[in-house]
């Protein structure tokens, strides 16, 4: 069974941290690439951040550029996201997702596999 599974959302303060995780089961963690998307209510989809298992390469939307960081276990078949300097539109659900390929495109990204999402809140 394919499972994608987020933790790590919460309450936070504008300028505090949270680390997401996804941890993936049920299919070659090292064939694709794993990323963030996120939702805030009313608003469309973007996707924040990839990060490739075959090759490492990353990409990070321009709204958390600087303020996220993406990294990849791949022994625990876990990604990361790091989120440091968080604002109150940083606000969403955020979703975990696999996908053949990590690009700058990455928001267009159909997935293959999705988690259940976990809600990040930011106050101001």
């Known amino acids: 069974e394919v499972q994608l599974v987020e933790s790590g959302g919460g309450l936070v303060q504008a300028g505090g941290s949270l680390r997401l995780s996804c941890a993936a089961s049920?299919?070659?963690?090292?064939?694709?690439?794993i990323g963030w998307f996120r939702q805030a209510p009313g608003k469309e989809r973007e996707g924040v951040s990839c990060?490739?298992?075959?090759?490492?390469?990353?990409y990070y939307a321009d709204s958390v550029k600087g303020r996220f960081t993406i990294s990849s276990d791949n022994a625990k078949n876990t990604v990361y996201l790091q989120m440091n300097s968080l604002k109150p539109e940083d606000t969403a659900v955020y979703y975990c997702?696999?996908?053949?390929?990590?690009?700058?495109?990455?928001?267009?990204?159909?997935?293959?596999?999705w988690g259940q999402g976990t809600q990040v809140t930011v106050s101001s």
């Open positions: 997702a696999a996908d053949p390929w990590c690009t700058s495109s990455w928001h267009l990204a159909a997935g293959d596999y």
């Open positions: 049920g299919f070659a963690f090292d064939d694709y690439a």
């Open positions: 990060i490739s298992n075959s090759d490492g390469s990353t």
